[in-house]
């Protein structure tokens, strides 16, 4: 009997990390449902388990070290953890030009969407180095990369400083710890879910969390052979 692989995903109470929970519940993992909020949690996990997934509820608010520490004891003790999926997210509000940035945004959103990924990966890899099928994956996105932003041809569409660039910093971060943990057996990713129907962005997006965490679940669970220190949506990998 294959063992059952355990995924973290923060942020999934709602919204793309939500479904990633239900994808890889489908598949018959056991899923963490990290959420900061407990009604929130609790709901969703007693949502995912109506369904049959296999959830359990992982208080975490990424951008404090107690909880990232304690959630890390907490998956410890449920039987370690092969898949981080670092999802939560804020944009700081509406979108501003950087001349109109407000520097305490900015430094709120960068220790949500930077810090809050590195403090969880930290927290999370002395487990993940347990597991034969150590997959990390980092929700980005594609108004994140430079390649794209720099190009006057192509409309992102947002100009905002503080949420673009905090995903540029996450695509930094990805290959840092990609070019560390080569060799590990431990894959490292960025992914970009495209523009989603969420509250988030208010649900302007066009397309749906299913579709958004297609990406994200393909990423956790790649072979032991797949990419590392990649850039990727659904059509393939993203100039960075
Ligand atoms: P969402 O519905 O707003 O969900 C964001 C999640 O992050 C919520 O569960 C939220 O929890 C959680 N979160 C925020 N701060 C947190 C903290 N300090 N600790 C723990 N959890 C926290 O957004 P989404 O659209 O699903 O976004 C998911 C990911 O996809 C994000 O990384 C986002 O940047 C990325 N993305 C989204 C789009 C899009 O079009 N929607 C496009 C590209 C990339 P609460 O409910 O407690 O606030």
């Known amino acids: 009997m294959t063992k059952q692989l355990t995924a973290l995903i923060t942020g999934a109470n709602k919204g793309i990390g939500y479904e990633t929970a239900a994808g890889l519940g489908r598949l018959g993992w056991k899923v963490g449902v990290g959420a ?17 997934i296999d ?17 890390a004891t907490l998956l410890s003790g449920a039987g370690g953890l092969d898949v981080v999926v670092n999802n939560a997210a804020i944009t700081g509000g509406p979108p501003v030009p ?11 959103v960068l220790e949500t969407n930077v810090l809050g990924v590195v403090r969880v990966t930290n927290a999370m890899l002395p487990l993940l180095r347990h597991s034969s099928a150590a997959r990390i994956v980092n929700m980005s996105s594609s108004v994140g990369s ?62 749906t ?21 990649g850039f990727f949506n659904d059509e393939g990998a993203i100039p960075w």
């Not at 709901?43 to 109506?50: F, N, Q, T, Y």
């Not at 959830?55 to 959630?71: G, I, Q, R």
């Open 146 to 207: 430079l390649t794209l932003q720099s190009n006057p041809d192509i409309q992102l569409g947002i100009g905002d400083l503080a949420y673009t660039a905090s995903k540029t910093f996450l695509n930094a971060v990805t290959v840092h710890y990609a070019n560390e943990l080569s060799g590990s057996g431990i894959l490292i990713n960025a992914a970009c879910p495209g523009y989603v129907a969420t509250e988030l962005n208010g649900f302007s997006g066009f397309r």
């Open 36 to 52: 900061r909020d407990q009604g929130r949690r609790d709901e969703a996990v007693a949502k995912l388990r109506s369904e049959g």
């Open 98 to 108: 950087p001349t109109a940035s407000n520097l305490d945004t900015v430094r709120a």
């Open 209 to 229: 969390p299913v579709e958004a965490a297609a990406i994200a679940i393909r990423l956790a669970t790649l072979p032991s052979d797949g990419p590392s220190g």
């Open 55 to 71: 959830a359990f509820p992982v208080p975490l608010d990424v951008t404090d070290d107690e909880s990232v520490n304690a959630a």
